[in-house]
């Protein structure tokens, strides 16, 4: 379990104080894949840094399996770092060791015989998928295929954390889902505890349990993914999980009443706009949709705009009211 | 080469100097202590300048272990023996290669006084080559554990290797200049050769011909280093 108590982090430059982080407090379970989600700039890396106190927090404290890192000697710090993989936006493979040397990197430093390094790295490169090209210089693979050996290296000391900071932001889409869809298999296969920092809603959205909503330093908002999603509380965390729609909205002046409802998962087996325009006998424009299956159940938001006819509109408020569908009014 | 060198000389191509020079061995042998003077100047002012190039990188402000004190002292030693034009500063060494190798005379101290000034600018040459690596490179290393002894041995030179070979050809080149220099301390080579024979008794072919072959010597330095630097890039695909 990781905790961080009341943790602040302040750069003092010539240009003055820079507060990075405002009294952080975050706990996070064994075995979950925790997102922390902020633009650039909020303090999320800084954030990350501070759990293997790669940056040292100003003030406050880092827990790690009850053991207090910031206490910590030097040497002993460095031991609980070993425990602690991680990864890179910026990939940053040792460009002049082959692909099996790299993985083999971290078990050498840790004294093991080079032999012995190198038939454990096999291991992690066929866990990864990257058997064949083991004798490959990271210049000569693509981005997908660093960020692999990456992660490989990052498990090759069987850590019980992984940190990911920025992992999938320098690649493509496609790439970015296969690299989530082996950071999910890590965390259900071996159990790895996974934390994400990003500023793509599609990175938590994909495999996060819990997430945290970063913003000036401070945490806005957290809680379960579905949760967040459904029901975004912060500005913050409002404007990074709904950013199309409210361009939408902004260019649609129709002047029509509008609504938003809320698909929290319990409605969702059940075709709501169908029954709604059948049952009522009025036309309804729908302005914005955003809905996910998640574990199988949806989540979302639709905006509708209402038809200007007030007997309608009433009649479509009346239904609504009834029916036991989530809305709200949307101003 | 002998004969073709008196068949030259006959058409008064060459000076009848030239040719006793040639026969005498004494152009072979400069050219053999030029290429030793430079390679052996060049290994010590690396044995000094490698480490302390080293120490310069890792003390610095953005460096893995920043020790302030340190660096400015170094930082500020190194910048008065650079500041200082090298033929001076190989004059006035002269008493230091006196303690060394007990003497202020010949090839002997010629050396010493060549690694005293060369160290300096290779220490930085160093640091420049080391301040290369990617820092977030470095970074994934100290989020593994490494402590810092591993960073330098096993991240940073291994991972500047490349841009320290160029330098070290830079480097050479630059020791190899300065040891035309050392003519005036009573160094010999090509240098000496260049100034006595050529200049002193207005030979203009003996200067010409110094010339000629160390712009030779200068060529083969770039293109073996350049060749080594490339073999070893794992960078290039």
């Not at chain 1, 295929?145 to 498990?155: P, T």
């Not at chain 1, 424009?285 to 007997?311: Q, S």
């Not at chain 2, 009848?16 to 020079?21: A, D, G, I, S």
């Amino acid at each position: 379990m990781i905790e961080l108590k009341h943790l602040s982090k302040t750069y003092e430059s010539s240009a003055g104080r820079v507060e990075a982080l405002k009294d952080i407090n975050l706990t996070i379970s064994d075995g979950e894949i925790f997102g922390v989600i902020g633009l650039s700039g909020a303090g999320k890396s800084t954030l990350v840094r501070c759990i293997n106190l790669l940056e040292r927090p100003t003030e406050g404290e880092v827990w790690i399996d009850g053991q207090e890192l910031t206490a910590l000697s030097r040497s002993e710090l460095l031991r609980v770092r070993r425990g602690i993989g991680m990864i890179f936006q910026g990939f940053n493979l040792l460009e002049q060791r082959n692909v099996l040397d790299n993985v083999a990197f971290p078990l050498e430093i840790e004294g093991m015989k080079k032999a012995q390094a190198r038939e454990k790295a096999k291991e992690l490169l066929a866990l990864v998928g990257l058997s064949e090209r083991e004798r490959a210089y990271p210049a000569q693979l693509s981005g997908g295929q660093k960020q692999r050996v990456a992660i490989a290296r990052a498990l090759a000391t069987n850590p019980k954390y992984l940190l990911c900071d920025e992992a999938t932001s320098a690649l493509d889409p496609n790439t970015t889902r296969s690299i989530l869809e082996l950071l999910r298999q890590i965390n259900e296969e071996m159990g790895v505890t996974i934390i994400i920092i990003t500023h793509e809603m599609k990175v938590i959205d994909q495999i996060c349990d819990r997430v945290a909503v970063i913003d000036h330093s401070c945490i806005a908002e957290e809680g379960r993914v579905a949760d967040v999603f459904t029901s975004p509380q912060s500005e913050i965390a409002k404007e990074l999980i709904l950013p199309q729609d409210r361009k939408a909205l902004a260019a649609q002046t129709d002047g029509g009443r509008r609504l938003r409802i809320i698909f929290d998962g319990q409605k969702s087996r059940r075709p709501v706009i169908s029954d709604l325009v059948l049952e009522c006998q009025a036309p309804v424009n729908i302005l914005f949709a955003d809905t996910k299956d998640f574990e199988g159940t949806v989540y979302g938001h639709m905006i509708l705009e209402l038809p200007h006819d007030k007997r309608q509109e009433e009649k479509i408020i009346a239904w609504l009211k009834n029916s036991g569908v989530t809305w709200k009014e949307e101003v | 080469m002998s004969a073709l060198l008196t068949n030259l000389c006959e058409k008064g191509i060459v000076s009848e100097m030239l040719v006793k020079l040639w026969n005498n061995g004494v152009l072979q042998l400069g050219i053999w202590e030029t290429i030793y003077m430079t390679v052996l100047s060049a290994f010590f002012a690396y044995l000094i300048g490698l480490p302390l190039g080293m120490i310069l990188a890792v003390t610095d402000e953005g460096g893995i272990r920043p020790v302030r004190w340190l660096n400015s002292l170094l930082g500020v030693i190194i910048n008065f023996f650079r500041s200082i034009p090298c033929i001076i500063l190989m004059v006035a060494m002269i008493p230091v290669a006196r303690l060394i190798v007990h003497t202020s005379l010949g090839n002997g101290a010629v050396i010493v006084t060549l690694i005293i000034a060369a160290a300096p600018y290779v220490a930085r040459m160093v640091e420049s080559s080391i301040k290369e690596v990617n820092a977030g490179i470095i970074e994934a290393a100290q989020a593994m554990g490494c402590t810092n002894a591993q960073i330098v041995l096993h991240v940073l030179l291994p991972e500047a290797k490349p841009s320290l070979i160029q330098g070290a050809v830079i480097s050479t080149v630059t020791i190899f200049g300065y040891t035309a220099l050392a003519a005036t301390l009573g160094g010999t080579g090509l240098g000496q050769i260049a100034i006595i024979y050529g200049h002193q008794r207005s030979n203009g072919d003996i200067t010409w011909l110094c010339v000629v072959l160390m712009v030779v010597i200068v060529q083969l330095i770039q293109l073996v280093g350049t060749f080594i630097a490339r073999r070893t890039d794992k960078r290039i695909k």
